[in-house]
């Protein structure tokens, strides 16, 4: 059975930080391009950071030079480190997993940005 467990979400400061995690198993993590869509109430899902099977990256224009996406092979992990975080970061992330017709989501993470 795959699953996806995302974790670190919360509510922070404007200009703060957080740390999101996401958790694979039942698939065979490396071989999976991997990534964090957020989606914010009365707007469509969007992709907010993507990292290959070979680690590549992309990014949102809105979060360059501000969110990091990384992953550890060998725990099965996709994290997504977010920096100066802006009330416009509100929304709930979820991870994703996809290789070839493959495609799996986690359950959410709420990330709220607000003073």
């Known amino acids: 059975q795959v699953q996806l467990v995302e974790s670190g979400g919360g509510l922070v400061q404007p200009g703060g930080s957080l740390r999101l995690s996401c958790a694979a198993s039942?698939?065979?993590?490396?071989?999976?391009?991997m990534g964090w869509y957020r989606q914010a109430p009365g707007r469509q899902r969007e992709l907010v950071a993507g990292i290959s099977s070979s680690g590549s990256t992309t990014y949102a224009d809105s979060v360059k030079d501000r969110f990091t996406i990384s992953r550890d092979n060998a725990k099965n992990t996709v994290i997504l480190q977010m920096n100066s975080l802006k009330p416009e970061d509100t929304a709930v992330y979820s991870c994703?997993?996809?290789?070839?017709?493959?495609?799996?989501w986690g359950q959410g993470t709420q990330v709220t940005v607000s003073s």
């Open positions: 039942g698939v065979t993590f490396s071989r999976f391009a």
């Open positions: 994703h997993a996809g290789y070839l017709t493959l495609t799996y």
